[in-house]
């Protein structure tokens, strides 16, 4: 059975940091790019980064630019996003998701608020 589960979201002041993780299982996941994608309330899907299979090439949305890193340790099935100088409009759930699959997390909830 296929699986990703976020981790790591949760409530912080603007400014301040937080990193997702997201463990995979139930497929090779060293063969997948992967994404994050996030949804604000009210809001439609946004993509915000995806990593290559082996970590070495990555890209951002715009709006995450300069403030996001993505990053993978294979040997763990996992993906990371480290999210520095949140801003109020990063309040998401976030969403991890194998590229060019249907492979989906359940998301994990960050909220940015003073």
């Known amino acids: 059975e296929v699986q990703l589960v976020e981790s790591g979201g949760g409530l912080v002041q603007p400014g301040k940091s937080l990193r997702l993780s997201c463990a995979a299982s139930g497929f090779t996941f060293s063969n997948y790019a992967m994404t994050w994608v996030r949804q604000a309330p009210g809001k439609g899907l946004e993509w915000v980064s995806v990593i290559a299979r082996g970590g070495d090439g990555t890209k951002y949305s715009d709006s995450v630019k300069g403030r996001f890193t993505a990053s993978r340790d294979n040997a763990k099935n996992t993906v990371y996003l480290q999210m520095n100088s949140l801003k109020p409009e990063d309040t998401a759930v976030y969403y991890c998701?194998?590229?060019?699959?249907?492979?989906w997390g359940r998301g994990t909830q960050v909220t940015v608020s003073s």
């Open positions: 998701k194998a590229l060019d699959t249907g492979y």
